[in-house]
């Protein structure tokens, strides 16, 4: 398997917009980002059922107020949330009762998510309510349990949760759950960084099963990435941010990217300047070939 797992496009390929913003860590401004964000034309957005990093259900505050006042429709959305095992929830605030067994959780917290992100107000709204993809939030210790997990969501599928995806996984372990699942991850979401050896085994194995491949720390866990030659050259070549600039090369390999960002500004420049450098790369072909080139060096 190669080392440059690329599409032929600078965009991911298909309906989701080329970023998902990300809410966790954002508090009690989360509704007021995910309002800007929608307002400057982010189309995705990524939270979970996990009280300790995200508030899941200021997210369905802002949407609904949004899909009130005419913004965007549910539809125009593509909104993800996660199931949080008990290791990564805070004991005293969790979206379901930690004593409880495996299946009681799972129902519990996605009812809770399907109850925070309803599309409105309305007596049937929970009834109506659905999610675009539910990701496992991380795999457990054995892919026994896992699996376990995995097939509890899957009863949601299709109806009240149109996909299933999962979170921080290694290669082996998303091998074994595609293999031994009914419903097949349509989503992973994991760290882009060194550690990992970005991923490169993982997003072949994804690419060549139609699994949309998420990543997130994308510029904190990357200042090598940043600050280096090539991402600065075509940074100053159509005229963009540095963090564009990678933006854009993660995209071209098959990448949809969370962005996180508080700045309404950055919100703004991000999404404008990615087309920039599509309609750069469109004009100057073989400038943008050699780039890509030395981006995925950077990768090996």
């Known amino acids: 398997m190669t080392s440059n797992n690329t599409h032929s496009t600078l965009l991911p390929a298909g309906s989701e917009p080329a970023f998902i913003y990300g809410t966790a860590w954002k508090k009690d401004e989360t509704s007021r980002l995910v309002k800007e964000a929608l307002a400057a034309g982010f189309r995705g957005i990524d939270t979970a059922a996990q009280p300790r990093h ?12 949004a ?11 593509y909104l993800q949330t996660k199931f949080t095992s008990p290791r990564g929830q805070d004991p005293n605030n969790m979206p379901y009762n930690l004593g409880d067994g495996l299946k009681t959780q799972i ?29 496992l ?9 896992t699996l376990e997990a995995w097939k509890i969501l899957e ?7 149109l996909r299933l995806g999962i979170s921080n996984v290694p290669p082996g372990m998303l091998e074994d759950l595609f293999e031994n699942s009914s419903v097949k991850p349509s989503v992973v979401q994991n ?15 994804c690419i060549e099963r139609g699994i949309m491949y998420q990543s997130f720390w994308t510029l904190t866990g990357n200042p090598r990435l940043l600050a280096s030659e090539t991402v600065a050259k075509l940074a100053d070549s159509v005229k963009v941010s540095n963090a564009s600039a990678l933006y854009s090369l993660v995209m071209n390999l098959g990448v949809v990217v969370l962005n996180g960002t508080t700045s309404t500004q950055h919100m703004q420049d991000d999404l404008t300047e990615i087309k920039e450098v599509q309609k750069w790369a469109t004009s100057y072909p073989d400038d943008w070939k050699m780039i890509t080139e030395g981006f995925a060096s950077l990768l090996e």
Not at 137 to 142: A, D, E, V
Not at 191 to 205: C, I, K, Q
């Open 191 to 205: 760290r882009f960084y060194p550690s990992t050896g970005y991923d490169v085994e993982l997003r072949g194995f």
């Open 107 to 135: 129902h519990a917290s996605v009812s809770s998510s399907l109850h925070n992100l309803r599309h409105s107000e309305d007596q049937n709204a929970d009834n109506e309510s659905y999610i675009d993809c539910l990701l």
């Open 54 to 65: 995200y508030r899941e259900e200021l997210v369905g505050i802002a949407l609904r107020e």
């Open 155 to 161: 009863s949601y599928v299709p109806h009240k949760i």
């Open 67 to 77: 899909f009130k006042e005419g913004k965007v429709q549910r539809s125009d959305i």
């Open 137 to 145: 939030h991380s795999p457990y210790p054995t892919s026994h349990a």
